[in-house]
């Protein structure tokens, strides 16, 4: 379903500039923090950029220093609707002062029911459908197994090379990448079994990897033993490879044979970053469960599985649950999102922010040979930077670069992929026109600096 455009981003492209540097990346006080959380902060906690926040307002930063820089990082995905939008502040702080928690099973709540019944009114599904409420995207990847287990009665579960699921035991495992997520922490999970994810560039193409998993069921596993086969439509650490619309129909078909629950992680590509609100729209299939969390409260930490009635109710009373899960405040934030994308046009926005910064991005390709690769799908969007076109050797070392020089100039950029040699968007959808040229100009001075 599309959101309706309300309002318009097009501001004045001669409008002020937004980045202002008052000192060099990182600033004095930055630097004095990041020396502090040396010394009290576990080492695993390594920082990607070196900028403190001191508050942060639609797409923009500003740090300890008093420097204004754009987000194009937007909390690893968490940020949609931008920094601290204010329908979302309104939300959170009505519900703040009435109540915080309860345990929902415990004493429960209407905020819950109101959040389920929206989104399933917009989710793809179309036969009876219900959900559930957890904290992270972990949480709701491993609590969707557990509703695929519990419904068919089997124990394996196929996941894809470059996926990412989450970092608690079974998504740890379900994560494709060993480092630095798996590295030094198995044993991991049984009945994980991994299959090719097919993409343009590096391979295997969409009938091939679906004949590798066809065979996967006589080499590794039956078919009659797999509980659920869980995709993401666009994956996103794994460097924003978006599944071929073939290939999702032949996996539909798959699971439809073999009686499989088709999980779609939508962590990362829900909420409107696609161009719709669930990126499995885009492929015209129904998925059986869906997994949600990152932008679906604004930031603040909620997760969530939609899924069809019958698969959702094969759970036993008690199966899932926590302390936590589906918090008021967080549930109420998630409703003002939803109000804001619909009343903002953000599906249309992402569109549009897309349509711009993959031009931009072909034009850099084109100019600079080091680009192997534009891709992604809406304001989903990545480059991929490699030594050789001929070869395609990936070039890390040249993704880190670009996103320091990105830095010093004001723009906050991320790596992704499974060598991660690919700089990501996942920039605020109300960044305005002006915002949105400056910052691409800032990444094309860092990537003319870097690979002239």
């Known amino acids: ?8 981003y097009r501001h004045n492209m001669a409008a002020t500039r937004t980045i202002e540097l008052r000192t060099k990346i990182p600033g004095p006080r930055s630097q004095e923090v990041l020396e502090r959380k040396l010394r009290a902060v576990a080492n695993a906690k ?3 950029l070196p900028v403190v926040a001191a508050a942060a307002r639609g797409a923009t930063i500003t740090d300890v220093d008093g420097n204004v820089l754009i987000d194009f990082t937007g909390g690893v995905g968490c940020l949609n609707v931008g920094h601290a939008h204010p329908r979302v502040i309104e939300a959170v702080q009505e519900q703040a002062a009435r109540f915080m928690h309860t345990d929902f ?4 709540y209407e905020l819950y029911v109101s959040l389920a019944e929206r989104l399933l009114e917009r989710a793809p599904f179309s036969g009876p459908a219900k959900a559930a409420f957890f904290n992270a995207g972990t949480e709701a990847v491993e609590n969707a197994v557990k509703f695929a287990r519990l419904a068919t009665r089997r124990p394996a579960v196929i996941a894809f090379e470059g996926a990412f699921h989450g970092r608690t035991l079974l998504s740890m495992t379900l994560t494709s990448r060993p480092h630095p997520y798996k590295t030094g922490m198995g044993p991991f999970a049984p009945e994980v079994y991994r299959a090719p994810f097919p993409q343009d560039y590096r391979g295997p193409d969409w009938a091939s990897a679906l004949e590798e998993l066809k065979q996967l069921f006589v080499t590794q596993v039956a078919a009659d033993q797999i509980a659920a086969i869980l995709i993401e439509p666009v994956q996103g650490e794994g460097g924003f490879l978006a599944a071929p619309r073939a290939y999702m129909h032949g996996l539909r078909a798959i699971c439809d044979e073999h009686g499989i629950v088709l999980i779609v992680d939508e962590v990362q590509t829900g ?8 990126a499995i729209e885009h492929y015209g299939i129904e998925p059986d469960l869906i997994t949600l969390a990152k932008s679906i409260a604004g930031g603040l930490p909620l997760s969530g599985v939609l899924g069809k009635a019958e698969i959702m109710d094969a759970a036993h009373d008690g199966a899932v649950g926590g302390t936590y899960v589906g918090n008021p405040v967080a549930q109420a934030a998630a409703l003002a999102v939803l109000d804001v994308i619909d009343e903002e046009g953000l599906c249309d926005r992402a569109v549009e922010i897309g349509e711009t910064i993959r031009s931009r991005m072909l034009a850099w ?10 891709r992604g799908l809406g304001a989903m969007l990545a480059i991929e930077l490699v030594h050789d076109r001929a070869t395609k050797e990936p070039a890390p070392e040249l993704a880190e670069r670009v996103i320091s020089a990105a830095a010093e100039r004001g723009l906050l950029l991320l790596k992704a992929g499974i060598y991660s040699n690919c700089i990501r968007v996942l920039c605020p959808l109300v960044i305005g026109d002006a915002e949105l040229d400056e910052a691409l100009a800032v990444w094309e001075e860092a990537l003319a600096a870097t690979l002239h």
């Open 1 to 8: 379903m599309q959101c309706p455009p309300q309002v318009s």
């Open 46 to 48: 390594t920082i990607a």
């Open 105 to 108: 099973t415990v004493v429960p």
């Open 271 to 278: 909420f409107a970053r696609t161009g719709k609100l669930f």
């Open 365 to 374: 390709q084109d100019r600079f040979p080091a680009i192997g690769d534009v």
